[in-house]
């Protein structure tokens, strides 16, 4: 499967976008893709550190933002999950 254009990815998001505003996503499609475009940013700047880290000597710092990167998306998918709860009234 090709990868989307810059305009039609933003038209995507702007229909998925709209599709969730007007709570109009029976098959939670809007929300999926919502959901991975945010996450992916992430994931991404993870795949910069680790191609710093790997490819250009393994310096300490890069190992560190390496570290981070990874800290960084714990971070998030664990705020992501007390969210997703929290609209369910788990606490």
């Not at 969730?20 to 992916?40: I, M, V």
């Amino acid at each position: 499967m090709s990868k989307p254009t810059e305009t039609e990815l933003k038209t995507a998001l702007i229909a998925a976008q709209t599709m969730k505003e007007h709570d109009k996503d029976p098959f939670f499609l809007a929300k999926s893709l919502l959901n991975h475009d945010y996450r992916l940013k992430y994931f991404e700047d993870l795949l910069k550190a680790a191609d710093l880290y790997m490819n250009h000597g393994q310096a300490e710092y890069d190992r560190l933002q390496l570290l981070h990167q990874i800290e960084k998306i714990r971070h998030e998918e664990r705020r992501i999950r007390k969210q997703d709860e929290e609209d369910f009234g788990l606490d």
